[in-house]
Each structure stands twice: as structure tokens, then as C-alpha cells.
């Protein structure tokens, strides 16, 4: 290829794979903060990040820490992971989570350097993976990274954000890879039952698939009818790749510490998994002093549970009520995780109609097409439910001050 004519001569040219990428969450605050540097009172609903609000990383993770790094655990780790992580890790996924059929598993520097990883040791230009739509955004940045297609099924809002698992189905063909499963799911809260989780093994089965699945909130589930299953622990033949992390569950996404757990047929996963080891190999390991909070965290006392739980269930049900009240707003219940994804009647341009409410009213929200979600008659946008009573109150008075106006 002649350099001269694909590069530009002016400046350095940023790599191709790249002008698609963006990651709504973080981009609106770039107009919410130039809003504050003008005096503006910005109410932010836009990051899952409970430490932005009144939760903190769980205590016995603090001790770890503080722990690990004056004891001279400073030094590279083991690549895959601190041997005492990865055992406390799998012992909390068989005996909790009670997946079988355990390869192995990995640290990273969070689920998202371990999503990353499992999408690099996997693809080719060229292939295919099923995401869900909505999505989170991660999962259509790397693949764009990567030049492989997302092919998104439907979450279906009429029957509870459940996948629309025929759907799923008419868009496997001969370079589908990977069926990634979001449970419970960001952006729209919902937990799929075991038929759902059943029908997507069997898909993946018949196809020869990865089943990437992301169950960082898992633990985040807001009512007693309702529980969840981890999906690798329903079929020992099924190849599943399982993502967690201490950033939702235990209050720390800062201290950057997410897994991976390998499951199913150990000869048909083998060579993926050793293609995993190489890659962590080559980025050396996640930190060190950080992955001794792991064993704090799962195998601690889970106190700060009933709490955490009890004030997003109360949180969640405040927004719930004051969408009720918002003319052309509506939301489907979310049963687990800390966001909730809103309708709104009669709105093409999401995009616009976030960017106006926070012009207008200073709340930062997510627009739904972030999430590779569109509809042809309404938008949706993202809330995060972490935000104390007084300010989710305050957020949903402007809103509908915002929406009065509007209409
Ligand atoms: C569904 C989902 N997966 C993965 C991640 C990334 O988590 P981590 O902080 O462990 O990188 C997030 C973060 O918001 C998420 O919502």
C-alpha cells in the first residue's frame, strides 16, 4: 500500500478502527462539567459508579489493601491471577454461583480489560457477534476495535426487556462467534429466567458458540420474587466465559479489579483457554496489591449487603413512582442492577432531547441510542438509581418541569 496517499502528510492519522468508537456514559459529562464551570447545578444520573454517590469500597477490601501494599506485595502477579484470588474466585462461583464444568479464570484490570481479552483471543476480521440491543457500549466499541460485526438481537420492552430468542436465532450464520448475555442487564435491569438462559445454551450448542456472559450485578437483585441463575451453572456442556468484578457488588470500580471464568468442555475450550493465558502473558498481570481485596471481598462478612440493597430498592421505587406521574414517560420495572431505562412517548431524537434537559434543566442522562438502542416513536434515555432520595427527587422534578415545557 502506498503510505504517501493513506496517510495524511499534516498530521499523525488516528487509526480507521476507531472513528466509530464512542462511549456516551463519559461523553455527556463533557458538556455537564463546562455547565458547572459556568456556576450551573448539575445533577449527574448518568455513571454506575457508587462511590460518585454515598457508598464506598466495602471495609474488609480497604483492610486488603492497605494490608497488601506495606507487606511488599508491590511486584508483578502471576499473569493469570494471585493463586489465593483465583481459588477464592472459583470457590465463590462453584459453591455460590454453583457453575460447573471450571476451566479456569482470570484477573483483569476490571471485567473490561477481561472482556476485551476474551474478544481478542477469539475473533477474526470478518466474523460476527451476537450483542444484545440495548447494550452496554463496551461490547460494540471493541468489536469495532476488532472489524467484527455486532449483530444485535432485540431485548423486547412488551415482555420485560426478555431477548427475543427467534430473533436471536435468524441471525446466526457461518461466521457467528459469540452470543454475549448481559444478566441482570445493563441498561435495562432485567433478569432472565432459566427457559431463557435454557434456549440460549441450546443455540449456542448447535452452532459450536461462545457464550460470553456478563454477570457483574448479579448480586444486585432488588426482590425477593425474583433471583438469579448464573447461566454457567445449567449445563456442563455449554462453553461459557462468566464476567464479575468487585466494581458493583463490593462499591469499587476504581480499584479496577474484574474476572473471567472459563467453563464447559475442557477439549473443546483448551486451546481458547491457553490463547487467553498468552494474552495475559503479554500485558505481565493485573495489580497486585489490589487482587489481595478479592479474597477480602468474597469470602468477608457480605454486611454491607442488606444495606446497599435496601437503599436502591427504595431508590428504584421513587423513580418508578415519579415516572408514573411524567406524561409520556414510562419504564419497565428493573429487577436487578441500578439503572432503569426510560421511554419517552413521541421523541425521535434522543440525543437532542437529553442534550436539551441538560441545557435546560442540568440533568445529565445517557441516551438510549448509546446503548445501540433506536425505536421509530420514542427515545429512551439511562438514569442510574445510585443517587441519594433528596437528589433522584430533585432530578425527576426537573425533568418533569422539562418535559411540561417541552410538550
Ligand atoms: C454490564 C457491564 N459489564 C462490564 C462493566 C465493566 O466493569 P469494570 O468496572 O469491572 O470494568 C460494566 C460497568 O459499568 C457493566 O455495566
Given at each position: 500500500m502506498d503510505k504517501d496517499s493513506f496517510y495524511s502528510q499534516d498530521y499523525i492519522t488516528p487509526a480507521k478502527a476507531t472513528e466509530n468508537i464512542q462511549y456516551s456514559i463519559r461523553e455527556v459529562t463533557v458538556r455537564a462539567r463546562e455547565l458547572e464551570r459556568e456556576g450551573r447545578d448539575i445533577l449527574?444520573?448518568?455513571?454506575?459508579?457508587?462511590?460518585?454517590?454515598?457508598?464506598?469500597?466495602?471495609?474488609?477490601?480497604?483492610?486488603?489493601?492497605?494490608?497488601?501494599?506495606?507487606?511488599?506485595?508491590?511486584?508483578?502477579?502471576?499473569?493469570?491471577?494471585?493463586?489465593e484470588a483465583l481459588e477464592s474466585i472459583e470457590r465463590d462461583a462453584r459453591n455460590r454461583q454453583h457453575i460447573i464444568n471450571i476451566i479456569g479464570s482470570f484477573t483483569g484490570n476490571g471485567a473490561s480489560e477481561c472482556i476485551d481479552l476474551a474478544f481478542t483471543a477469539l475473533v477474526n476480521p470478518g466474523d460476527n457477534v451476537l450483542l444484545p440491543s440495548p447494550t452496554y457500549p463496551l461490547y460494540s466499541m471493541i468489536l469495532t476495535r476488532l472489524g467484527v460485526e455486532a449483530r444485535y438481537y432485540k431485548l423486547d420492552e412488551t415482555k420485560e426487556w426478555q431477548p427475543d430468542l427467534d430473533h436471536m436465532a435468524t441471525l446466526i450464520d457461518g461466521r457467528t462467534r459469540a452470543i454475549v448475555v448481559i444478566n441482570p442487564n445493563n441498561p435495562t435491569g432485567a433478569i432472565y429466567p432459566e427457559t431463557c438462559l435454557r434456549r440460549i445454551i441450546d443455540l449456542a450448542k448447535k452452532n459450536n458458540l461462545l457464550i460470553l456472559n456478563d454477570e457483574n450485578y448479579e448480586r444486585l437483585v432488588l426482590d425477593p420474587e425474583c433471583h438469579h441463575i448464573s447461566l454457567a451453572s445449567l449445563d456442563e456442556d455449554a462453553c461459557v466465559l462468566t464476567f464479575n468484578g468487585l466494581s458493583k457488588s463490593y462499591l469499587g470500580p476504581g480499584i479496577r479489579i474484574g474476572w473471567g471464568i472459563l467453563s464447559g468442555p475442557k477439549a473443546r475450550l483448551d486451546s481458547y483457554y491457553e490463547t487467553i493465558c498468552r494474552l495475559l502473558r503479554a500485558r505481565l498481570c493485573s495489580s497486585h496489591p489490589f487482587q489481595w481485596t478479592i479474597r477480602a471481598c468474597l469470602e468477608g462478612s457480605q454486611s454491607h449487603f442488606p444495606e446497599f440493597l435496601a437503599k436502591l430498592c427504595r431508590r428504584r421505587d421513587i423513580c418508578?413512582?415519579?415516572?408514573?406521574?411524567?406524561?409520556?414517560?414510562?419504564?419497565?420495572?428493573?429487577?436487578?442492577?441500578?439503572?432503569a431505562f426510560v421511554r419517552v412517548e413521541g421523541i425521535r431524537?434522543?440525543?437532542?432531547?437529553?442534550?436539551?434537559?441538560?441545557?435546560?434543566?442540568?440533568?445529565?442522562v445517557v441516551p438510549g441510542s448509546g446503548f445501540s438502542y433506536t425505536c421509530e416513536d420514542a427515545a429512551y434515555f439511562r438514569i442510574v438509581f445510585l443517587p441519594d432520595e433528596k437528589t433522584l427527587s430533585e432530578a425527576f422534578e426537573r425533568i418533569a418541569e422539562f418535559v411540561k415545557e417541552t410538550s
Open positions: 449527574y444520573l448518568n455513571i454506575g459508579d457508587p462511590n460518585v454517590y454515598d457508598f464506598d469500597l466495602v471495609e474488609e477490601a480497604q483492610q486488603a489493601a492497605i494490608w497488601a501494599i506495606t507487606h511488599r506485595k508491590n511486584g508483578y502477579a502471576p499473569s493469570e491471577g494471585l493463586p418508578m413512582q415519579k415516572i408514573a406521574q411524567i406524561p409520556g414517560l414510562s419504564c419497565i420495572i428493573p429487577h436487578g442492577s441500578f439503572y431524537d434522543d440525543k437532542k432531547w437529553c442534550r436539551d434537559l441538560l441545557d435546560s434543566k442540568g440533568v445529565v
